[in-house]
């Protein structure tokens, strides 16, 4: 069975939401229609995880995403779709502080909150999130930004904290938003990013 999916200026995590039941509806072959790098990454991330094999064919502004499902994939196609290099590593913010610059203290505290909020009001995001040292404390109890890092992350952005880096401020058990790592997964997916940014 063969499924399209037309996810054209639908917005995150809409195109992977589509996708991923158009597979689980028994799909052998999907072509989802998308028109951001943002979804490109996203569903081809999605479906490769799941074992699917992912062509891309770029025509005028969309991007055809052809997925073929593990057993399908096995046997010859009437049609194949081209094959192409898989699209660059998502995009990863790094917050190495809570504090946004260098200088006042205060002043770098709004910063940070203002550049949390306004994240949320964009469209497209970095898809992973990575705290560490004292921008762990963004992400436990009492932070001024826990509301707008909820909002994000149930948009599908994935959050991390630095465990060595909550065990030092004693900030373990205060985690409210996203989940724990360790430096091994850090530096890969620092190494696997297209882009890496830092406020």
Request: include cysteine.
């Amino acid at each position: 069975m063969t499924r399209t999916v037309d996810a054209r200026g639908l917005a995150c995590p809409q195109p992977v939401i589509l996708t991923r039941k158009a597979m689980q509806e028994g799909a052998e072959r999907i072509t989802v229609i998308v028109d951001s790098e943002t979804a490109v990454v996203n569903v081809t991330r999605m479906a490769q995880k799941a074992g699917w094999q992912v062509a891309q064919e770029r025509q005028d502004n969309a991007v055809y995403l052809h997925l073929t499902a593990p057993a399908a994939a096995e046997q010859p196609q009437e049609a194949p779709a081209p094959a192409v290099s898989a699209p660059a590593g998502p995009t990863v913010l790094l917050v190495k502080s809570n504090r946004m610059g260098h200088g006042d203290d205060e002043l770098g505290g709004i910063l940070i909150r203002g550049f949390f909020h306004a994240l949320t009001e964009m469209e497209d995001v970095p898809e992973v999130f990575i705290f560490l040292n004292s921008g762990v404390k963004l992400t436990t109890e009492g932070s001024p930004v826990l509301d707008d890092l909820r909002a994000l992350e149930e948009r599908g952005v994935e959050i991390y904290s630095c465990g060595t880096c909550l065990n030092f401020f004693g900030l373990t058990e205060a985690l409210k938003v996203g989940a724990v790592s360790n430096m091994y997964s850090i530096v890969e997916t620092l190494l696997s990013a297209g882009k890496v940014i830092s406020p």
